[in-house]
């Protein structure tokens, strides 16, 4: 198979990191206002149970090692292989990176980049409102982790504007869509 690079992306060369923390930050902080006026207004019977600062900041500290989890699961029912490197960073955050030793169809690549929205998302959505006492927590974790895949709805993009019969690569710094140099 004779492969051509259709498009190479790197969401933090092509966005700049500065740009990408913002908007993050405003579309946890919008999804926040948006999905906690309503539930306030459907449970506004109920007391909000309070538990300390200390589970809200333990949960917030480790969603991230979360939402990148929740990237791998489709890869692992998939039985595709990935290498998993940890390490510290600035010294004490555990943090950890992630690679195929393979291409990706499409498809697969979308289902891996949407799998935390539809894995943390959704389900903390009916959570809050199955559990009328932790709703302000648990749209808090929700809204965050919106605000974190504010970068895989822009690589779902880049994959759905690639043609049908593509495969993706996960390189070092972003992806490669490569196409069948004759199957163009």
């Known amino acids: 198979m004779n492969l051509n690079c259709w498009k190479s992306f790197n969401i933090t060369k092509d966005l700049g990191s500065n740009r990408i923390y913002i908007l993050s930050l405003m579309l946890g902080v919008l999804s926040f206002i948006f999905l906690y006026l309503p539930f306030a207004m459907i449970h506004q019977s109920h007391q909000v149970q309070d538990h300390g600062m200390l589970p809200v900041a333990i949960a917030l500290f480790l969603l991230p090692t979360i939402h990148k989890l929740m990237h791998m699961i489709p890869l692992v029912l998939l039985h595709k292989r990935i290498r998993v490197r940890w390490k510290l960073k600035k010294g004490f955050l555990p943090t950890f990176s992630y690679r195929t030793f393979s291409s990706l169809s499409k498809r697969t690549s979308i ?74």
Not at 115 to 120: D, I, Q, R, S, V
Not at 145 to 156: K, R
């Open 111 to 184: 289902i891996m980049a949407l799998a935390p929205t539809l894995l943390l998302t959704i389900p903390g959505l009916i959570t809050s409102y199955v559990f009328p006492g932790y709703y302000a927590y648990i749209i808090l974790f929700t809204s965050v982790n919106i605000g974190l895949s504010f970068t895989d709805f822009i690589c779902v993009r880049q994959f759905v504007r690639a043609p049908k019969q593509c495969i993706i690569e996960n390189v070092k710094d972003g992806y490669d869509i490569l196409i069948d140099k004759y199957k163009q």
